[in-house]
């Protein structure tokens, strides 16, 4: 009788110790990930703000090309991207993030290539900024995991209305 409950107890204890161990395990899983995916997030919100600080620094470059602020800032602007790219590079897991990411960096490094009159069309590098940047947000909320990922808004190829003051009517 007293081998029996002495083998239950062991069976107990190590049952207890069992679930103990595998709730601290799946605790840590589930932290880890969380870790994961927070890194990724601020990866592409790093990498999404320096290509866009590149992309607004060439507008600016388009309409003053001779300004030599300008173009230092926006070399300056392209190297931050780069290093913010090969962040998300090495912390994306997905093909699918890293090549979007590398597309968005290549056309801003043309609209600004295209902005001090090198070979390339500053509103085509643009435009496929805008879709690689679509495409990369898409891509980013997959990896993360997000319920309709797919649901991104993209503004219209034609951009967004310009508001303007209404027109008042002469009576």
């Not at 388009?62 to 392209?78: F, I, M, S």
């Not at 805008?130 to 503004?155: I, K, M, Q, Y």
């Amino acid at each position: 009788m007293r081998m029996a409950a002495a083998f239950f107890a062991l069976a107990g204890a190590l049952i207890g110790v069992a679930g103990t161990l595998l709730t601290a395990l799946v605790g840590a899983r589930r932290e880890e990930r969380r870790a994961r995916t927070d890194s990724v997030r601020r990866a592409c919100i790093e990498f999404l703000a320096e290509v866009g600080r590149l992309r607004d620094l060439s507008h600016e470059l388009h309409a003053e090309p001779g300004r030599a602020d300008l173009r230092e800032a926006t070399a300056g602007a392209h190297i931050s991207a780069r290093a913010s790219y090969a962040r998300l590079r090495l912390t994306s897991e997905t093909l699918a993030t890293q090549e979007a990411g590398r597309w968005l960096l290549h056309y801003g490094y043309w609209q600004w290539q295209a902005a001090i009159g090198n070979r390339a069309d500053f509103r085509e590098a643009q435009r496929l900024g805008d879709e690689w940047t679509t495409t990369l947000v898409v891509a980013a909320r997959r990896e993360l995991g997000l319920s309709n990922a797919d649901d991104v808004f993209a503004p219209p190829a034609e951009g967004l209305p310009v508001p303007t003051a209404p027109q008042r009517q002469v009576e």
